[in-house]
Antibody, heavy 118, light 110 residues
């Protein structure tokens, strides 16, 4: 079974750093892109960026470029989303999702809730 | 990149059909046959229901269908069932390995 399992919920203070993870299993991790998506409380889905785990080539949405860093460690089939200095406005659920191709995101991880509050 | 435009809400009675529209531009929906639709129940991760505009993944009911005309894509759900009540999001490839989502539509089954 193809699965993406994300790390657990996080509570952080503004200015702190954070890395959340997404581990793929049941398929060849380097054969499919992984995207990260944000869902702010009560809001819709936003595409943040994608990584090709085979060569770590990354594309960012202009809305998120410079605010987050996407990376991957193919040796452990895991992708990461990182912040160097969190803001309260980063409070959201973050999903990772696999690309079977450019045509869709499937499957999705279970989501990681990030809460940033002083 | 601007978000695709979806109606905020739609509703229908069990057994009826509903259609959700998704309007983009000639740079995304109009340029590529790469619109996908996602169903999200409260507290759950999204699930793909339609990809490449009109294709259904294995396991998705044939009550779900998709189409596109110009810069507007549509998702139609026929024979509405209570379990269809959820949020629905469209997404389009926008070129250069980027994607854009719609704002989401809340479907209420009356």
């Amino acid at each position: 079974e193809v699965q993406l399992v994300q790390s657990g919920a996080e509570v952080k203070k503004p200015g702190e750093s954070l890395s959340i993870s997404c581990k793929g299993s049941g398929y060849s991790f380097t054969s499919y892109w992984i995207s990260w998506l944000r869902q702010m409380p009560g809001k819709g889905l936003e595409w943040m960026g994608k990584i090709d785990p085979s060569d770590s080539y990354i594309n960012y949405s202009p809305s998120f470029q410079g605010h987050v860093t996407i990376s991957a460690d193919k040796s452990i089939s895991t992708a990461y989303l990182q912040w160097s200095s969190l803001k309260a406005s980063d409070t959201a659920i973050y999903y990772c999702a696999r690309h079977p191709g450019p045509e869709s995101f499937d499957p999705w991880g279970q989501g990681t809730l990030v809460t940033v509050s002083s | 990149q601007s978000a695709l435009t979806q109606p905020a809400s739609v509703s229908g009675s069990p057994g009826q059909s509903i259609t959700i529209s998704c309007t983009g531009t000639s740079s995304d929906v109009g340029s590529y046959n790469l619109v996908s639709w996602y169903q999200q129940h409260p507290g759950k991760a999204p699930k793909v229901m339609i990809y490449e505009g009109s294709k259904r993944p294995s396991g998705v009911s044939n009550r779900f269908s998709g189409s596109k005309s110009g810069n507007t894509a549509s998702l139609t759900i026929s024979g509405l069932q209570a379990e269809d009540e959820a949020d629905y999001y469209c997404c389009s490839y926008a070129g250069s390995s980027t994607w854009v989502f719609g704002g989401g539509t809340k479907l209420t089954v009356l």
